[in-house]
């Protein structure tokens, strides 16, 4: 099945945009996995205070979003706000039930639901990003 945009006559396979909000969700939970793992050895083996532990799960959480929506992006032109949006909301859920597997605490409040914000608008913003990078580059 084709989706057509009018104005644009943009084509899209929703196979296509199923896989690279997969793709892209499934990069964002490695990257996340593998940076608190380094973080978490580092936390262990050095005198870090525990003060730096939020700030820096964060940057983490961004930054695996971007490097999620990037690779997600890879072809695409087109829909970066909603792919990279897409992609931050189900990367933040998908880590957070992972996180709250490994440490046994599943609590849903506030901080989910700042984090699912969070997770969205900067999805959002680098969906936006990649795919005019990749416009102008072209």
């Known amino acids: 099945m084709k989706l057509k945009a009018k104005k644009s006559g943009l084509k899209i396979s929703n196979n296509s945009l199923f896989f690279n909000i997969t793709k892209g969700t499934l990069t964002a939970v490695c990257v996340s996995?593998?940076?608190?793992l380094v973080f978490a050895f580092l936390l262990k083996f050095t005198n870090i205070p525990e003060s730096t532990i939020m700030?820096?799960?964060?940057?983490i959480k961004g930054l695996s979003i971007f490097i999620g929506v990037f690779v997600g992006l890879k072809k695409s032109k087109e829909l970066g706000l909603l792919n990279g949006l897409l992609i931050g909301l189900f990367y933040t859920?998908?880590?957070f039930l992972i996180f709250a597997c490994l440490g046994g605490v599943f609590k849903l409040d506030i901080t989910f639901l700042t984090d699912i914000l969070f997770g969205g608008v900067m999805g959002a913003i680098c969906g936006i990003i990649c795919v005019n990078l990749k416009k102008s580059i072209n």
């Open 55 to 59: 700030p820096v799960n964060q940057v």
């Open 93 to 95: 859920i998908i880590a």
């Open 33 to 36: 996995l593998i940076l608190v």
